[in-house]
């Protein structure tokens, strides 16, 4: 049997910061953590104007011309390529570990990402090759020869009345639909300047005049730039949407490009607040625990996660009537302040063996109960809605308050659900709609007596009679998060009670959903 001699890809990753690594900005120093906290086991060369030679032969820079840093940089990725390894911008964000993805998705012995833009095949910020590539060994002649030949070139941006005219709009559509007219002799050689896309151009420039160059990018998967671009574009310093959350949290994108300077200060649940966390240790994470909103009976071992706005009173007295240790005033339930004391934010991780449950709520319908009754009947919150809001304008004032900043009333139900890597720690997640089916479950699996009060029932219409197509719009995408992890439409189907999320009631081939929340 023929062996297989195609060469692996080394397990080097390379990263540069001509400065020198000692004092770099805090992104920078973020995104090198983020790369050695997922790859232990590779090797990564820190790489700075002082040690640049150390890694390179001084014959492959040889007679270049000098270039600014930026595009230093891209010569010297190509060339550090071919010796094989991976290349990462000193600005790349990791979220995952690189033997989890890379090595599929690099048939070809190439990889790049694809189509950042109309105009450019690849992004050239993350780039792997095993050595001896043929599209690498192309492309780093390529880009030796055009500095060579071109020794006088000069940043377009540098070259005055030229970058203004090149500017213009029909211009700079001409140039981004045709992209190639960067390599013309007319720019190289008589206007004598070079785009800072210059290697991107290069690359599409090979890849139409070389066979070898092109069956090699056609052999490679391809992976849409957009994706890790996501944050960069969506703004690293901008309280980050509920989609992109979960994507962060979730680790949908193997990495992110971040940018290493930006304008203000981070607001609260932005990008650069948000990354850091996904880096913590379990040692850091068991100093700091997750605190719960919670009510918990030790008698019976159960701890019930508290979702406002989801029959939690009803919940709450179904809890405390079990239990004689638990004293609260009967005549009270279902008054303010009826439970003070008893329903707490708290650490549970001394309760591991305890059952949990939680009830979650269609989240159009929980906002409209939130309008109804605590902005309309009880004039709550008017320092943030005002004094008679509409409902358009309560949906919009809520959309643009994130969650750190939001009142558990109409902060997303999933927080209050997660541990600190966003898995759901209930055993039982029923679901509002269904509540009386799912409480005979719990009671049933923890030996308590069904006693379930209806307190405080919505007096609302139908929710669905509040919305437009503009308000029922922004629930989703402000509550997009709970949408997906708990499967609710704005015209909920209530056929399928309950989500189970682990195994300890029903086994898995019997639960709704596959037993996925």
């Known amino acids: 049997m023929r062996e297989n001699t195609a060469p692996m890809l080394p397990k080097t990753i390379y990263m540069l910061w001509l400065q020198g690594w000692d004092d770099t900005p805090e992104v920078v120093t973020l995104c090198r953590r983020s790369w050695e906290y997922h790859n232990s086991t590779w090797r990564i060369v820190l790489l700075d104007r002082r040690n640049l030679f150390d890694h390179l032969d001084s014959e492959e820079l040889a007679g270049l011309p000098d270039m600014p840093p930026a595009s230093l940089s891209d010569v010297v990725r190509v060339h550090l390529l071919r010796r094989g390894g991976v290349w990462v911008d000193a600005t790349c964000f990791c979220c995952m570990p690189l033997d989890a993805w890379i090595h599929e998705h690099m048939p070809s012995g190439f990889f790049a ?19 001896g590539n043929p599209l690498v060994d192309i492309y780093c002649r390529a880009t030796r020869q055009y500095w060579l030949r071109n020794p006088r070139l000069r940043p377009v941006e540098q070259a005055g009345s030229i970058s203004r005219i090149l500017a213009r709009p029909r211009i700079r559509r001409l140039l981004t639909e045709r992209s190639w007219l960067w390599h013309s002799p007319f720019v190289k050689k008589v206007l004598r300047v070079y785009s800072y896309y210059w290697l991107h151009f290069l690359f599409g420039r090979c890849y139409r005049r070389n066979r070898r160059f092109r069956a090699v990018w056609n052999a490679t998967p391809k992976v849409s730039a957009l994706i890790p671009h996501r944050l960069l574009h969506y703004g690293l310093l901008e309280p980050l949407s509920s989609p992109l959350k979960l994507e962060v949290s979730l680790r949908f994108s193997p990495l ?14 932005c990008a650069l607040k948000l ?60 008054k303010d302040g009826a439970f003070a004391g008893i329903d707490k934010t708290e650490d549970i991780t001394p309760y591991r063996d305890y059952f949990k449950f939680s009830f979650v709520r269609n989240p159009w319908d929980r906002l409209v109960s939130c309008y109804t009754e605590k902005v309309v009947i009880q004039r709550r919150w008017t320092d943030v809605f005002g004094t008679e809001p509409s409902f358009r304008h309560f949906v919009r004032t809520v959309a643009g308050i994130p969650d750190a900043a939001s009142d558990m009333h109409w902060r997303s139900q999933y927080l209050n659900l997660v541990d600190r890597d966003y898995n759901i720690i209930v055993d039982f997640l029923g679901r509002v709609e269904a509540i009386e089916e799912g409480v005979r479950t719990i009671a049933s699996h923890a030996g308590l007596a069904f006693d379930l009060g209806h307190y405080r029932r919505s007096k609302h219409k139908p929710y669905a009679a509040y919305y437009d197509d503009e308000t029922r719009e922004l629930v989703a995408q402000r509550y997009a998060v709970d949408i997906a992890m708990f499967g609710y439409t704005f015209h909920a189907a209530t056929s399928q009670a309950m989500h189970y999320r682990t195994a300890r009631l029903l086994p898995r081939s019997a639960q709704p959903n596959g037993g996925q929340g």
């Open 113 to 131: 990402f694809d189509r950042p833009g109309k105009d450019r095949m690849i992004s050239s910020w993350f780039m792997a090759a095993v050595p």
């Open 275 to 334: 990354l850091p966390e996904t880096l913590r240790t379990a040692h850091e994470r068991q100093r700091t625990p997750k605190m719960h909103y919670v009510m918990r009976s030790d008698r019976n071992r159960i701890i019930y996660f508290i979702n406002p706005k989801c029959a939690c009173t009803s919940l709450k007295a179904f809890v405390v009537t079990n239990d004689d240790q638990i004293h609260v005033d009967a005549g009270k339930i279902g």
């Open 256 to 269: 992110y490009k971040l940018r290493w300077r930006s304008q203000g200060e981070p607001r609260p649940d």
